[in-house]
């Protein structure tokens, strides 16, 4: 025995008979020991002498306390605990097995189901700690003890000790809170305040290293770790274990994320995220990873851009169709359009091994097209061809290419698919080209929704049986109503027409479920018909992510008021299209509406970053400003938004909720006046106004605009009447309000809106 275990055995001889050391650690050693009372054997933890000089016994047994209230099966309970002779010591059960470290030294790599498992029920009792605002900070295989198989997650207490003491006087022992191959970035950088996503991010790597064999990030020394974790993304574990399903991959990749506001907002929803979900693809051995890069224009006119990115989208669809094949998503990939960044960096970003990239040429009625397929690590051209063909043979040159590519990473159709990789929408390419026009127009939304219109109107005028045209020209329609471009009544017809055709062309087309359940929600007010056609959209292909994002926002978040549904299916979306601006914004809004409004704030920044001209993302940080604790950063920001924007009505409806939320009523009022005045000589959507007119205090006001919305079927009523945090007052007990919603056939929906918002106001 060392020598501090006779003073220690005759420091404890009272209580406990030491036995034999069990093992070291880097702030403690563990004994067996007797426990003379109960007659049981127990494990004593005693703390390295200058770690307990540094706490001092006082802190320590202070820090004890708190964690000896955790009661959880997944956490290591505690005995007792204690000061004898200088020795800062605690007590706990004697776990009959091993440390998850002793398994994965013996096995390398667990089981799939196992390594789930374990960390769903490491998961668990971290939910269990943060819930009652303890934070482990030392995450790691050592820590956490198998007991007949199932994970007990032990030392909770010295973590937060050494935290409460301060980490530069900890320092000075030589000693740090956490592991490296396991910290979080903002642990590691030393930062204080650190929260659940931080005991997050070192259970993904735990997960990580169940699955790989090792940790994601390795290195000689600690530092060399640590800049590693600073400056890469964690590389993803499929690319160590291709048969990892790809839910397991892409859950892994959000918890890791460098910026804690990236990753899951708790560790339940990563526990949640690790189950595979029906339809999602399995990514088998050899499985194969792809960004197709939106090809170059070389045409003379800079307006057929449209085309080339056309031409690159489509390749991107049908190589999506390859089933061991990871394609990175369009929005992601055609981030770095015109940047000439380094194929590394684009690797790196979109956890890609290949990227495709070409060029487009049109000429009159002829077309060259040139493609080449490029290996990220080392720059090498692992195919290159040039196609020079009529026009007339646009599709076949896609489906060549794919089929090229796919031959290529020796990747083949499921077993009963098609033969064609590209299936053209039509076969006149005159009405191709101008669906493509509307496409494109369609993403820029604002006032190039209307030429979308026209444009998609055209394509149909020379082929009505285009049935993507018909849902996208509904898609176009909506958007414009949803955005108070136009009044309802103008788009309705022609909406609930295209809807129509687009499904009864398609039955089974992805895009046309989703604007049935757009013009259902928005268009009709029908919201069970909606929420079941955006269900079924999900269900048809789980994977496409537009209309993963649709039911998140309109389904789980307008409606039924389901935000951590909603929260882990958009970070479901980001984990496969990291660079997509609009699914970060549609984050914060539901982030923001369901409380967590610094994090909302967080992640429409970050798509302001990703794009920084875009309408949405920025009136999004206003709302998250506005509604949350920061209303006079809302009105700081507003003035140069108005400016830029047109002085669009939803950002003076948002000021005008900021303004009365910062105790300036007079601002207010000024807002609601003028949307109000503009509202008697053009279209101002009712919703709008109510909501300014809420702000303004000015509540019977609000409710005419209300009735006037539910008249013209204001589709913004539908986003804002069950859950927007701006109305919550009225849902709390305005009998008028609830007329308003009995008559919709809301009443159950805004009942129990309307108990949430109660009980949020009785607990503030």
């Known amino acids: 025995m060392p020598d501090i275990a006779p003073r220690l055995t005759a420091a404890l001889a009272d209580r406990y008979r030491i036995e034999r050391e069990l093992g070291q650690g880097g702030m403690a050693t563990v004994y067996l020991a007797r426990d003379l009372k109960h007659d049981r054997e127990v494990a004593i933890k005693v703390l390295r002498s200058e770690l307990a000089a540094t706490l001092g016994s006082e802190r320590f047994l202070s820090e004890i306390r708190t964690t000896a209230k955790l009661n959880h099966p997944h956490i290591l309970a505690l005995h007792d605990s204690g000061v004898a002779e200088g020795f800062l010591f605690y007590v706990m059960p004697l776990v009959e097995g091993e440390t998850l470290r002793t398994r994965m030294t013996r096995e390398k790599a667990l089981p799939v189901e196992d390594a789930v498992r374990l960390t769903r029920e490491v998961a668990d009792a971290l939910a269990y700690a943060h819930d009652h605002g303890v934070i482990h900070r030392d995450i790691k295989p050592e820590n956490i003890l198998l007991q007949s198989g199932h994970a007990i997650v032990a030392d909770f207490g010295i973590a937060r000790a050494v935290h409460a003491a301060g980490s530069e006087r900890i320092t000075m ?127 003379g006119d800079p307006e057929n851009e449209y085309f080339s990115d056309g031409i690159s989208e489509e390749i991107i669809n049908a190589l999506s169709q390859l089933p061991r094949l990871r394609v990175a998503a369009r929005t992601s990939a055609f981030s770095f359009k015109g940047k000439n960044a380094d194929l590394r960096v684009i690797g790196d970003q979109l956890s890609v091994s290949t990227v495709l990239e070409g060029s487009v040429r049109r000429a009159g009625g002829r077309i060259r097209i040139t493609a080449q397929l490029i290996n990220v690590a080392d720059g090498y051209h692992l195919w290159s061809e040039r196609y020079d063909r009529e026009l007339t043979d646009v599709f076949a040159i896609q489906d060549e290419i794919a089929s090229a590519i796919a031959d290529k990473l020796k990747l083949t159709l499921a077993a009963g698919a098609e033969g064609r990789l590209v299936r053209p929408p039509t076969a006149n390419v005159e ?105 079924r959209a999900v269900e048809l292909d789980p994977l496409d992510l537009e209309a993963r994002t649709i039911q998140a926002v309109f389904d789980f978040c307008y409606i039924k008021g389901s935000h951590e549904a909603a929260q882990a299916q958009l970070r479901g979306v980001i984990a496969s299209d990291p660079l997509s601006a609009n699914a970060r914004a549609q984050l914060a809004i539901v982030l923001s509406w369901g409380g967590k409004s610094e994090e909302g704030m967080a992640q429409a920044r970050r798509a302001i970053e990703l794009d920084a001209n875009a309408f949405y993302p920025q009136w999004t940080l206003l709302h998250c400003l506005a509604l949350g604790p920061r209303p006079l950063e809302a009105i700081e920001v507003g003035p140069s938004l108005l400016s830029r924007f047109g002085r669009h009505p939803w950002l003076m409806m948002g000021l005008a909720h900021a303004n009365g939320a910062a105790g300036r009523p007079d601002t207010a009022e000024a807002l609601y ?33 209300l009735r006037e919305a539910v008249q013209v079927k204001d589709p913004l009523l539908t986003a804002m009447a069950l859950q927007w945090p701006g109305f919550a007052r009225l849902r709390a007990g305005v009998p008028e309000y609830e007329r308003i919603l009995h008559n919709l056939g809301w009443e159950a929906a805004g009942r129990s809106a309307a108990l949430t918002d109660r009980q949020a106001a009785s607990r503030g």
């Open 173 to 299: 022992t030589g000693m740090s809170v956490g592991t490296p191959a396991y910290m979080s970035p903002e642990q590691s950088a030393g930062e204080r305040d650190v929260d659940g996503r931080s005991d997050l991010y070192a259970l993904a790597s735990v997960l990580y290293e169940m699955l790989a064999g090792e940790p994601p990030f390795t290195g000689a020394t600690m530092d060399a770790i640590l800049v590693q974790r600073f400056t890469r993304t964690a590389p993803r574990v499929a690319t160590k274990r291709p048969n990892v399903p790809r839910a397991i991959d892409a859950a892994l990749a959000t918890a890791m994320a460098r910026a804690p506001e990236d990753r899951f907002s708790t560790v339940a929803d990563f526990a949640a995220a690790l189950e595979s979900k029906p339809g999602a693809q399995r990514a088998e051995p050899g499985d194969r990873s792809i960004a197709v890069l939106p090809f170059a224009n070389m045409s």
């Open 431 to 535: 009405a191709y080209d101008l669906y493509l026009k509307g496409h494109a127009l369609i993403k820029q939304r604002g006032p190039a929704l209307l030429r979308a219109v026209e444009a998609l109107e055209q394509a149909l005028a020379i082929d009505p049986g285009l049935a993507l045209a018909h849902a996208e020209l509904a898609e176009a329609l909506l958007l414009m109503s949803l955005y108070g471009m136009v009044r309802p009544a103008e788009i309705a017809e022609r909406a609930r027409e295209g809807t129509s055709r687009a499904l009864e062309l398609a039955p089974l087309l992805v895009l046309g479920q989703v604007v049935l359940g757009l013009h259902s929600i928005m268009g009709e007010f029908d919201l069970d018909r909606g929420s079941a056609a955006l269900a």
């Open 673 to 705: 006046a003028e949307l109000a005045a503009r509202a008697r000589s053009e279209y101002v959507q009712p919703a709008a106004l109510a909501a300014a007119a809420l702000g303004a205090r000015q509540e019977n006001r609000a409710l005419e605009h």
